[in-house]
């Protein structure tokens, strides 16, 4: 609710809360939500025909239309999902009370992924103060949050680079990293990341990208020039792909924490439609 009032406030959207009235004044404390839009599905004259699309959507699984009625009166990360795929949202945020597994469930079952993407995977864009490094200081590091297959890492690397253009309107610099450099180590490991930036640069040949980098060959410049010569990545680097789920976790709480870095997310990429899940810390 404190995030609904900041929204409300300074105009950055139009919001719409799905739950009862009175669940939602009990709740809301001394917040101001009054500009708010409230959807209730046990009222809204919506609600039917979104028990009808969610029927159609999921018969092939087997829906029944009390399987649907139920799902979207007790469960509200469906109904919202549902308003996004009828048109009568533009996206949904959810995640402060419920998993990512939760709020991403009905994502993949009902939106599915957008044109042209495998994947739905999760970055952080990572604000470094007093930081001449990556774009003046702005990193996206992917994926931190959700996908724990490293096999996917090329998909993932285009869609951080699509998201970094997006949301920070510079050209995207993207290093595929490991605890190696260009053959610096050999291990299996290693050759996941080798094997990904190969896939990157096939499907994604106009991206500056480049891997496998180290940490630092990746984003200091005089370190880049000496492990990686002739890189144009090297020492350049905004957009870190990680070579796993617990190397980009770690990676972006370490330079939040230690560095003082403002860390947005996890932000969600390459669902159909706008769907974003909170950290609940």
């Known amino acids: 609710y404190k995030a609904a009032e900041a929204v409300l406030k300074e105009g950055i959207a139009d919001l719409v809360l799905v739950g009862s009235k009175e669940e939602i004044e009990k709740n809301k404390g001394t917040y101001d939500i009054s500009g708010a839009a409230i959807v209730d599905p046990a009222t809204d004259a919506r609600t039917e025909g979104y028990i009808a699309k969610l029927v159609e959507l999921r018969q092939k699984k087997g829906m029944t239309p009390e399987q649907a009625k139920e799902l979207l009166l007790n469960n509200y990360l ?57 774009a003046d200081g702005t990193f996206v590091f992917a994926d931190a949050g959700l996908e724990q297959n490293p096999e996917k890492l090329a998909n993932i690397a285009i869609s951080s680079a699509d998201s970094f253009t997006l949301l920070v309107g510079k050209e995207p610099v993207v290093a595929m990293l490991s605890h190696s450099t260009k053959g610096s180590a050999k291990h299996a490991d290693v050759d996941k990341v080798v094997e990904a930036t190969k896939i990157a640069q096939g499907l994604a040949p106009e991206l500056a990208l480049d891997g496998e980098l180290q940490l630092d060959a990746a984003i200091v410049p005089e370190v880049g020039a000496s492990k990686a010569p002739g890189s144009k990545v090297a020492g350049h680097a905004n957009v870190l792909v990680f070579p796993d789920l617990d190397a980009g976790n770690i990676g972006y709480k370490l330079v939040q924490r230690l560095g003082k870095a403002e860390a947005y997310g996890p932000l969600t990429q390459g669902i159909a439609a706008p769907v974003n899940d909170l950290s609940r810390m």
Not at 92 to 102: P, Q, Y
Not at 105 to 133: E, H, N, W, Y
């Open 78 to 134: 469906y109904y919202g999902v549902m308003m996004v795929k009828m048109g009568d949202a533009d996206g949904m945020v959810s995640g402060a009370c419920h998993s990512t597994a939760d709020t991403l469930r009905p994502c993949l079952q009902i939106l599915k992924t957008k044109p042209g993407t495998k994947l739905v995977s999760a970055f952080f864009l990572m604000v470094v103060p007093d930081c001449d490094m990556g």
